[in-house]
């Protein structure tokens, strides 16, 4: 086996990673039927155990921790107080813990029931108007204790609970001793279960402080693991230029400290927003549920490769970023897209990804010479056949099969309700991702902007020159 474990950081992230979790255990219904060809390795992804997925005598659920403020778990977060009492020597042992022998009364919340589904494979439809939560969405049934962490600022180390920017996130990673325990509890038993470990999955907000928490945490997994790779989607909430002055400053801040810190954490940096859409697609822009959608298609697009054993991670962070020397990764989407034999060819390819692709951070490419490392993925569409005669294996999979959609996906965001869609994708580095760097590194101008003063003025140049350094290497690229 090789493993890679997923780690969640934060409420948009978790938002794009239910979405994610459900589109795969979709496909997994698809290739259990007898219709599908595909030959998926659950193990990549998933951890055996007594619950969770069927499939060919077993069940899995996902190889995952997910991080997040403690009211923002929704009915998951009953279900796993719910397994909690079902211990009753672990309750004691955390009343022992709470160092109190006086009297003591019990409160408890009266329980979080869902307005649009109930979590756990019970979607039958989906009443959009009433999420609340991530959870709300949820088909997959998790291993409730083992992978869901809540996260207090005053429970580690931030006086006033506040976990608002990415320094306040990275306070409360390294207060009150929250780096070991994060990383000594469920953490170390996710990764000691492993018998060979690829590597990491990160989904992270972009900005906030989950951004700092997840950068604190993400730099301590690579102290520990020095040869994994790890690849990283930061996750903003909505459109790549519609971020705040504050939330902008917070992804810059991000995007430096995960690319060059001192442990050189993040192998590639994927950027996962929306900048633009092609007509096709019909997103309300104001609806984290379907942006998060769209942008788990993202996800899902290149996991799928590792799960049909066609790449590794290494194979692919290697195609991508020329053997990390541009870690920051653009992905090209474009759901639904469809090619006849007559009108496309390989000379269509650059004007395809101008104007039918989704680019995660808003970069514009319509020029091929524009690229430094590419590999396309094809589900469904005629894309790869453009390609094929023009680029080396290594730079291309079909895979064949269309995206299986679930129950809970906003499927009215493409023409007509249905089950599937193909999707045509490209992981690539490109000279256009300067424009991306180049709005990060105008926001953290000081004499500019009123935000900067919540930190260190010399963390904010140093963070400058490294968006410097980002967009003098990839300028170079065309």
């Not at 390819?349 to 951070?361: E, H, M, P």
């Not at 590419?374 to 290594?394: I, N």
Request: glycine content about 10%; aromatic content about 10%.
């Amino acid at each position: 086996m090789k493993e890679i474990i997923t780690l969640q950081f934060g409420e948009s992230a978790n938002y794009v990673g239910t979405h994610y979790w459900n589109m795969q255990q979709q496909q997994f219904a698809e290739e259990s039927s007898e219709a599908s060809d595909a030959q998926l390795s659950m193990d990549v992804f998933y951890s055996e155990g007594d619950q969770g997925i069927g499939r060919r005598g077993k069940r899995f659920t996902p190889r995952v921790l997910v991080f997040d403020k403690v009211g923002n778990f929704g009915s998951l977060g009953q279900s796993r107080h719910a397994q909690a009492e079902d211990n009753p020597e672990g309750m004691e042992a955390e009343i022992k813990a709470a160092q109190w022998d006086g009297a003591t009364e019990v409160h408890r919340q009266i329980p979080y029931t869902s307005g649009a589904v109930l979590g756990g494979g019970a979607v039958s439809e989906l009443d959009e108007s009433r999420v609340q939560y991530w959870s709300d969405f949820n088909e997959v049934e998790f291993n409730t204790v083992q992978s869901l962490s809540s996260v207090s600022g005053v429970e580690f180390g931030n006086s006033l609970g506040e976990m608002n920017t990415f320094q306040e996130g990275g306070e409360v990673f390294n207060g009150e001793n929250g780096r070991d325990e994060m990383l000594e509890g469920k953490f170390r038993v996710l990764a000691e279960a492993c018998d060979q470990m690829q590597g990491f999955q990160v989904l992270a907000d972009a900005y906030g402080g989950f951004a700092g928490f997840g950068a604190g945490f993400v730099e301590k997994v690579r102290e520990e693991y020095p040869k994994s790779s790890i690849l990283l989607y930061s996750v903003a909430s909505g459109r790549a230029g519609d971020m705040g002055g504050a939330q902008t400053i917070d992804a810059a801040i991000g995007l430096a400290a995960n690319l060059e810190n001192v442990s050189a954490a993040v192998n590639m940096f994927v950027p996962s927003a929306l900048k633009k859409l092609y007509p096709e697609a019909r997103i309300e822009e104001s609806s984290r549920y379907q942006t998060s959608a769209f942008m788990a298609m993202n996800v899902s697009q290149w996991s799928q490769c590792m799960l049909t054993g066609r790449r590794s991670l290494d194979e692919m962070i290697s195609q991508v970023t020329q053997q990390q020397y541009f870690k920051v990764a653009e992905s090209l989407l474009s759901p639904g897209l469809q090619i006849s034999d007559s009108k496309y060819d390989f000379s269509s390819v650059a004007s395809l990804l101008g104007q039918r692709f989704v680019a995660s951070s808003g970069a514009v490419v319509s020029d091929l010479s524009s690229l430094a490392g590419q590999l396309v993925v094809d589900r469904g569409t005629e894309f790869s056949r453009l390609v094929r005669e023009q680029y080396a294996a290594t730079a291309y999979t079909d895979l064949g099969q269309a995206v299986a959609l679930p129950r809970s996906f906003p499927k009215r965001i493409f023409q007509g309700a249905r089950d599937s869609v193909g999707v045509a994708g490209m992981l690539c580095t490109t000279a256009g991702t300067t424009g991306y760097v180049q709005r990060l590194h105008e926001s953290v101008q000081v004499e500019r902007s009123r935000h900067v003063k919540d930190y260190e003025r010399e963390w904010i140049r140093e963070v400058r020159s490294v968006l410097d350094s980002v967009i003098d290497r990839y300028a170079a690229i065309s």
